[in-house]
Each structure stands twice: as C-alpha cells, then as structure tokens.
C-alpha cells in the first residue's frame, strides 16, 4: 500500500512538472524609442554615428578634409517613433545638442550628439614676438597676419584673438582695406604653413600687453610670447569734400586711430591756415572752415602728436556762402 502512494504521488509530481513545462515564458518587449542609425553625407559616402544604449550618446568622427561648418545627419528611429524636434543642420562646433525619440507607445528616450573633430594636432603656431623683441601693433591696424598649421583653406574656420590680462578676448576681424582676405599655403622652412592675412586689430581696443590665441574649429593654441598694442601714426580715409565758407565737414579712419590730434591746416596763397578741430574721438573729427577762408580747392595737412605730418591725396573744395 505505502509503494502504491510512494507512484502515485511520483506520477502527480511528473504530471505537474510537464504542464509547467509547456508554459511560455514571456520576453521584454523591444525598447520602442531607439535612434537605429545616424550617418552624414560627405562627398564620398557617408559617415556614421556610434550609437552607445547605455550612455545614450551617439559620437560622430569628423575627418578636418571635408572641412565641414554644419551637418546634416539622417536618422532612422524604432518603427512607429519619431523626434521631438524638425531634424535641422547641426553646427560641428556644438557641444550640447540633443535628440529626443518617441516612441509609438508614447515612450520617450533622449540621445546626446558628441562631435568630434579628427583635426591634426597639436595646433602650431609662428610667433610674432621672439625673446628679444616684443612686436608691436598700432590700435586699428588692417593687415596683421597669423601663421601655423592650420590644415584648412576656409577662413571662417580660423579666428584670431588679443588677450587681455583678466583672458578676455578680442577678435582680429577681416578687413578689406588692403584686398579680399584669404589662408594662403606655403612651404616656409620647409614646414607646410597656412598664413591668414589683412586682419585688424579692433579700433576701441586700450593700448598694453596682449596674448595671442588662435583657434581652428576645436583646436586652440596660444603664442609663447606676447604682443604691444600702442597708439601708432593714425591714418584718414580717402575723402574729398566740398563745403562752404563757416561750416564744418568730417574727416574719419577706417585704419590706425586718431589720438593727440593737433592740427589740420591747407595753405592759401602760401601761408598756413588753419581749419580748426571742432571735436575727435578715435574714429572721426569734426573740422571747421573759417568764413575767412576764400573759394579754391586745397590739399589738407594733418598733425598727430610728434608723428610726421600727413600730407592728404584729396582736396578740400570750398565755395562761397
């Protein structure tokens, strides 16, 4: 009797085990808010994103040849999601863009972009300064150049800067004065060098020491010496005028700044007149002719501070009141 229980309590135990046995045990579902691929056109294919799942980051390696501002990726998404946003270019130069994917289930997962930049580094740069001797700049001078191996041909993506003591910097901007700017490439010591030219040194800037740093998109680097920036032989801009006995007219510098501004003065008949300085500031003078002057077309003369005499190539024209 007791062997009889002992089989019938194994068949029941067999029994129950095979029926659990044909239960299905159910899976997670797949995540329905995933970006599944991120690529970017370039001119010979496509370039792709790393997608990390548990970072939620998605790195893109950029190589410096294209030479690329902005992007502009394709993204696929899980089946049935979609962004948040319009997907739009992207500056290479971002740092803090994000996407946000939601799902069909109303799910919502959210991805960093990390760009990187595969320039070549480190950045090198030529000193303008050497140990013995610090190079000097006039406050509105146009044609300063920076050199180094920038490995781009693209001026947007060169900036140049003036630093200050407390690191704030000042951009050396374009200028037309001189003609188009632009990098050119030369081989110089027998280093490929990039030289960017006719930049100008900003008109409001104060006279001192200054650093000067550079950056190629994501590289910056910094001159070992620094640069004096003074008040140099300001310049006036081409100008002929005509004005009337008793009134006034302005003269103005695209270029070096007005300081210690003397006299400005045309000759009549063989002496020295005068045409008094109403008011100047860095940019431009307000010069007054007196009623006394009479009718005729004079060649001005201008005085700064102990400088040479500026001679103008254009003429005053006065006329009769």
Avoid at 110 to 127: A, H
Avoid at 190 to 216: C, H, N, S
Avoid at 255 to 263: H, K, L, M, Q
Wanted: a positive charge; hydrophobic letters at 40%.
């Amino acid at each position: 009797m007791k062997n009889k229980l002992t089989q019938l309590l194994c068949l029941l135990i067999t029994a129950a085990t095979l029926a659990a046995c044909k239960k299905t045990i159910g899976l997670d579902p797949l995540p329905a808010n995933k970006i599944t691929e991120f690529k970017v056109a370039v001119s010979d294919g496509n370039i792709f994103g790393a997608i990390d799942e548990t970072d939620k980051t998605i790195t893109l390696y950029l190589p410096y040849y294209y030479e690329l501002d902005v992007i502009e990726p394709a993204i696929k998404l899980s089946a049935g999601a979609k962004l948040s946003e319009t997907l739009a270019p992207v500056d290479v130069l971002n740092t803090q863009k994000t996407y946000t994917v939601i799902g069909a289930d109303q799910s919502t997962s959210t991805y960093k972009l990390i760009i990187k930049l595969n320039q070549i580094s480190p950045l090198v740069l030529t000193e303008l300064s050497i140990a013995a001797a610090t190079y000097t700049i006039a406050i509105g001078t146009y044609d300063i150049r920076v050199q180094g191996n920038f490995n781009v041909s693209d001026l947007k993506k060169i900036k140049a800067f003036l630093v200050d003591k407390n690191d704030k910097e000042y951009e050396l901007t374009p200028s037309l004065s001189l003609g188009t700017p632009g990098v050119s490439v030369a081989m110089i010591g027998g280093v490929k060098t990039y030289t960017y030219g006719y930049l100008q040194v900003p008109q409001t800037l104060d006279a001192g020491t200054y650093k000067v740093r550079v950056k190629v998109q994501a590289l910056t680097a910094e001159m070992k010496y620094p640069v004096k920036v003074v008040y140099g032989r300001p310049g006036i801009n081409y100008g002929p005028v005509t004005v009337k006995q008793g009134e006034t007219f302005k003269i103005v510098t695209g270029g070096i700044v007005f300081n210690d501004f003397n006299e400005f003065y045309i000759m009549v008949n063989g002496q020295k007149t005068l045409l008094p300085i109403v008011s100047y500031n860095r940019t431009e003078a307000t010069i007054h002719v007196p009623d006394t002057v009479p009718p005729g077309v004079y060649t001005p003369t201008a005085a700064f501070g102990t400088w040479p005499l500026l001679t103008l190539n254009w003429a005053v024209t006065v006329i009769a009141k």
